[in-house]
């Protein structure tokens, strides 16, 4: 039986588990990173549809200019040129019927840029427009990781208290809201959403701007880290774990691989969802996870649909009034925007309704959505089609449950936990997921420096 002694043993290969490793080889240290699954990546990964050639995503993903680890992780792997950022934020917002709005932010320091750009929201009338400030002033003054008030209410409740009317939650709030924490108003803590507007509307005017991938997430956030970690010495390995661990004491001393191997690391980093956590520990209750049933998920369902025609001129449009939310056309996004087929990605968020429903009735509901919202799509015809169901994409960010996400720090000196579900003060995102990695990355250095 073969053994080997790595600096760190990071399981789980999703953002949190390669940012860690980016950061630890970076560091000089030797790792060793398990993936149970044939492919890196976790939740944000791509494949090569097989028909078209296409490069699918397994839901689309977006960033913004505030994902500040994000995008110095994009540029440590050497990815940055592979996504575009928007000079200033700019949606199309769709309604049936009606001629498509624009929200646009101007170039003017943050928040007057967003502020201005409000103001000019030609779907609401000025005097709804006027309302919208209220938000604003709010996010000035309140802080919402002190704010015990916005932490015991839902994103609905504190809406009502601010006196929104109902156009500006249809046209904005529940827009941005749905698509930045995966669930419904009526569920979503208050304190997480003003954190998100904040980062994203307030400090530097680029923060607001959107992150496009251009090509595949594959290609985009995993691969390049990938190789950056094996060219720095860090050994990686697919379709490979470790048998549970057990009977933990005060460290981890050593773990078995599912292969037989035995490994001596001076740290372990758990980087496994929540929803993972039970099968990696025998007991979570042991290493100080007493809450896990408090950690719930909310799915996103992507309809992938190719078209014979192209009908659609935007980049993406966020859809009013449908049980689509965002439309991407990705032969856009791709550069290829009147060649061959016409790519489209339709995503439904906190898609608890939906998620139950057969592929060809989300076809169905998609394609018919489509002709409501582009006349023209009535003669396109549906060449290909895929859903792809992510039933644990998020944790639902609920009211409370802040208290329950963890540190790095665990009960056991060795062991580290990093994962979008730890305690980031983010909802579910790319940018939690890899400042999570990168935190959890410089506490096991600090830690293993501690015992030299
Ligand atoms: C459809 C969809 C759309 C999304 N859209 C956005 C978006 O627009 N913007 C955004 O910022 N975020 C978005 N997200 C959220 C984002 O993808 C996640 O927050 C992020 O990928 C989580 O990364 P992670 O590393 O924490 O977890 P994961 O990606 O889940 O990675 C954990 C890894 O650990 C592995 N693992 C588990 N147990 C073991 C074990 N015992 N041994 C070895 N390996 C193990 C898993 O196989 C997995 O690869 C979206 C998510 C989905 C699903």
Redo the contacts with the bound molecule.
Sequence with gaps: MSSSSPDVLI?????????AAVELTSRGHSILL????Q??????YSFIHPETGDEV???????MGC?HS?LKYLETIGRISLVEVQSNLSIVFRESNKSPSLFQTVPLPAPLNVLVGLLRLQSLSFSHRLAMLRVGIELVLRNPEKNKHLQSITVAEWLEELKQPEENRKYLWDIIAI??L?DSTDRISAALFVKVLKSAFFGSRFNSSMVIPKKGLSTVLIDGAVSYVQKRGGRVLKN???KQISDIVSSISSVELESGEVITPKAVIS???YF?IP??FKDPGSIGLTDMDQFISSP???IHLWFDAHFMQEQFVAMIDSPIHWVFNKSKIYGREDEGLMYLAL?V?GAHDLVEKEKDELVNIAHHELKRFYPSASVAKVIHSLV?K?K???FSPKVGLEQFRPQHKTTVQNLFL????TDTKL???????VQ??YGCADTADKFIKSKR
């Design positions: 399981i789980g290969g999703g953002l949190a588990g390669l940012s398990l993936e149970q699954k492919h890196f990546g976790g939740r944000t995503d397994n839901g689309q993903h977006l960033m994902y994000t698509g930045a995966n490979n774990s470790i980087a496994v969802p993972d099968r990696l996103i369902i992507t995503v968020s792809i992510e644990r994409a998020t990093a994962g979008d579900w909802p579910a995102t790319i940018e939690g997921a999570s990695g």
